[in-house]
Structure formats: C-alpha cells, structure tokens
C-alpha cells in the first residue's frame, strides 16, 4: 500500500477556482474535509501575494502561500517569510529578450505590478482577477532592481513558447523560466519554481515527497509533479502535462479539483 498522503500541494488558476476565477462550495467543501481529515493544503501560483489574500479566508489557509511560483513565500496574513529575485544585472536583458519576441512584459517587485501599456492583452483581466491595478511606466529602468517575477505575455502561444525557450537558452541557470498559461511566459528566480515550493514545503513540514499530493494543469505545474507521491492533472491540462501525472481529474469548470480531493486523496 503507498503512504497515507499528509499535504496536498495545489495550482490555483486552471485547477483550484473556475475560468471565471469563482471558488465553488464544492472546492471550499474539500478543502475543510482534508482539514477534518488531518492533511495539510497549500497553495502556490504565479499570481503576486495580494492576488492570492482572497483565498485564505474561505479556505482557512494556515500553511505558507508560495507566490510567484515559490519567489515570494508569504504567510496567511500576507507577512513575508522569504523572496528570491531575479538576479539584477540579468534582468533587463530578459525584459528585453521577451520584447524582442512581440511578448508585452510586466515586472513584479514587492507589492507592486508595473507594465508598459495598460491597453494590452490580459492587462484588464489580470487586474480583476488579483483585485489590484498595476503601475504604468514608460520605462522598467527604474525597476529592475529585486524583480520577484517577469512576465511575457501574448495572445500568440507559439511566440510565449519561442520567449521561454530564448530565456531557457540564453541564461540556462540564471532563471527559471515557464508557462504559467498558454499566454503567459513566467521568469523566477532559478529557486522559484513549483518543484522547489514542494520541496519548500517538505521541509517545513518534515513530510517526505511520497507523502506529498500535487495537482495543477500548466507546464509549470510539472516540476512540482515530480517531487510528489501522487500528481494529478485537471482534465483541463494539456496531453503532455496529463501525461507528466499519474493521475487525471475532470476540468475545473467541472468541479476537478473537488473530485480529486475525494477520489484520490480521501479515498
């Protein structure tokens, strides 16, 4: 028999809450049942700190909340424990990088989100779904310094793919560099990705990674696959992340996350 899992490691967008970024009753509803059952729930995204404050209360969050995919780990009061940034003299060249691939970029330093063009794709979404606005500059000079995360961002899929690809080949272990959403091309500090937020979180909590469940639907999410007992991927998922998961949930329009929770940990 495989080890009782102690903590369930979870995406937020794209897994935890709808398209439409709604917690459902039924999400809330397995949450409290993994409470009532002693295991432990954690949650990590690419969203900043702020953009995930809206969850602790309804999930009644007591563990660590890795934002930025793990650059910045902050408590449930929204207290910083710890950031890694994206080393300075490396970050220009990568805003630059993602420019020179058509991606618009946005910058994450602290509390705060800066962009360029407040007309641009996702920039309006984004805003209502971490319930904060950005900062318009019309230069990243003056905040390049600590960046917690860059983001590319296009409408073009194959353009967001081609960024990650140039970051990954041009500063190799300098970033981390991922899609978040297929729109999304997300770099980190080299130690802010999913799987160090896992590992982040065995250590914490003295539980080895085969006590450790991870769900989520992105390529990101893979990394934090491989240092978990148990992966689940949302029906939602790509075939190739589905494929990264020893298990597969329905969609998260289609309560995946709660049916996880109660066919594959509770059960």
């Known amino acids: 028999m495989p080890p009782p899992i102690r903590l369930f490691l979870a995406d937020v967008d794209g897994t935890l809450v ?4 709604v917690l459902t009753d039924r999400a809330i509803a397995a ?7 002693g295991i432990l729930f954690a949650i990590t995204s690419g969203r900043p700190p702020r953009g995930m404050s809206m969850l602790v209360e309804p999930l009644q969050l007591t563990t660590p909340i890795a934002a930025f995919n793990g650059g910045v780990y902050v408590n449930p009061d929204m207290s910083v424990i710890e950031q890694q940034v994206t080393p300075d003299d490396v970050t220009p060249m ?12 946005w910058v994450y330093r602290g509390a705060d989100w800066f962009i360029r063009n407040p007309k641009a794709a996702h920039v309006a979404r984004e805003a209502w779904t971490v319930k904060f606005d950005p900062t318009v500059t019309d ?3 003056s905040v390049s310094h ?28 300098h970033v981390s560099a991922a899609r978040s959403q297929p729109y999304y091309a997300d770099v980190t500090n080299p130690n802010a990705n999913k799987g160090a937020v896992a590992k982040y979180l065995s250590q914490t909590y003295q539980i080895p990674s085969e006590q450790i469940a991870t769900i ?8 934090m696959f491989a240092h978990s007992g148990l992966s689940i991927a949302m029906g939602n998922a790509s075939h190739e992340v589905q494929e990264a998961a020893r298990r597969v949930t329905a969609s998260n329009e289609d309560e995946g996350f709660a049916n996880a929770v109660e066919r594959f940990i509770l059960s």
């Open 139 to 141: 230069s990243f000079a």
């Open 216 to 223: 989520g639907d992105q390529p990101n999410d893979v990394l």
């Open 94 to 105: 990568v805003i630059d990088l993602l420019g020179g691939h058509g991606l618009d970029v």
């Open 146 to 173: 600590g960046v917690a995360k860059i983001t590319g961002v296009s409408d073009d899929y194959d353009a967001v793919q081609k960024g990650v690809d140039a970051v990954r080949e041009r500063f190799g272990h």
């Open 31 to 37: 949450v409290a049942k993994l409470r009532q059952a």
């Open 18 to 21: 709808t398209n439409d970024k």
